[in-house]
């Protein structure tokens, strides 16, 4: 079968290749190339490699052959999506490239190219697979020990008992990829960043599953809250100034006109405030499991 893409005018450019086993990039420049940002899913014959059960909803890794050669990505059919009570039925999907969109829109680069297509089971979101490298990602989010809470670099977000009832916590690292990740999510309102949702390579950090942002009330829900209240920097004022200036075009035939602007008043509160936002007590702000 032939996968179509239906996001020409959104989608990432550059020649599809091949991941890079240890390709070095500088995590502290984003504009600096990764497959995962520049390789678009081609239009080709798709065949499904294996579906990912972890996952909530369908969802299927899959390998895009063409003439060019090949392409792994994640496959996620909207007729796959789970009902939610929360949010409009059949719109996960949506939701997924334009939390791709924002991301590439404001050069945040911490969402995978992601673009509508058919796929097998019919339209869904299809990302540009990352080989996620879990020597990288221990070293971003981790599960510790209470008493082994490391005193600098590391940022304690919640506190709990593991199975022999020893209390653990868990973790996440003063990093400036996971806070550039921290500042995305409060734009697009993410309402599920958990440790398994942070991907790394090649020095460069991902997120992933994004099918639950863009709500129109505050549902902010992260592991990253080591960063809560203070102030954003002005290169971080100027992605989302960047985002807020350009997402009603570029969002129109992703979200609703209720959803856009709900992003475009979390933008201008973020620039009016000036600080990273703290949790809230009316939703719970930590995802369960956290991993």
């Keep these: 079968m032939a996968i179509g893409d239906h996001s020409s005018d959104h989608g990432g450019s550059g020649d599809p290749e091949p991941f890079p086993s240890d390709q070095e990039i500088d995590h502290q420049h984003p504009g600096q190339d990764h497959p995962a940002l520049t390789t678009q899913p081609p239009d080709g014959e798709v065949e499904i490699v294996g579906r990912l059960r972890q996952a909530s909803n369908q969802t299927f890794l899959v390998k895009i052959t063409n003439a060019d050669g090949e392409v792994n990505a994640v496959y996620k059919p909207i007729e796959g999506e789970r009902p939610l009570w929360d949010f409009p039925e059949g719109t996960l999907g949506f939701r997924e490239v334009a939390a791709y969109q924002v991301s590439r829109l404001g050069g945040f680069d911490v969402v995978p190219v992601t673009v509508l297509a058919d796929g ?8 540009t697979w990352v080989d996620s490298r879990p ?6 989010v981790d599960l510790v020990p209470v008493d082994k809470v490391p005193d600098t670099g590391w940022f304690p977000v919640v506190e709990g008992y593991a199975a022999d009832d020893s209390p653990i916590a868990v973790i996440h690292a003063d990093d400036p990829r996971l806070r550039r990740m921290a500042v995305f999510d409060a734009l697009v309102n993410n309402a599920d960043r958990k440790g398994g949702h942070i991907l790394a390579n090649a020095g460069r950090v991902f997120g992933v599953d994004h099918g639950i942002c863009f709500h129109t009330e505050n549902k902010l829900r992260t592991l990253l809250w080591g960063w809560a209240g203070e102030p954003l920097t002005t290169d971080e004022l100027r992605r989302i100034r960047t985002v807020s200036d350009g997402a009603i075009d570029l969002l129109a035939d992703l979200l609703s006109e209720e959803e856009i602007e709900a992003l475009m008043l979390r933008a201008e509160g973020l620039i009016t405030s000036g600080r990273l936002p703290y949790p809230h007590g009316d939703w719970h702000t930590i995802p369960w499991p956290p991993f």
């Design 135 to 140: 020597a990288e990602v221990d070293q971003l």
């Design 120 to 127: 097998p089971f019919g339209l869904g979101s299809l990302q």
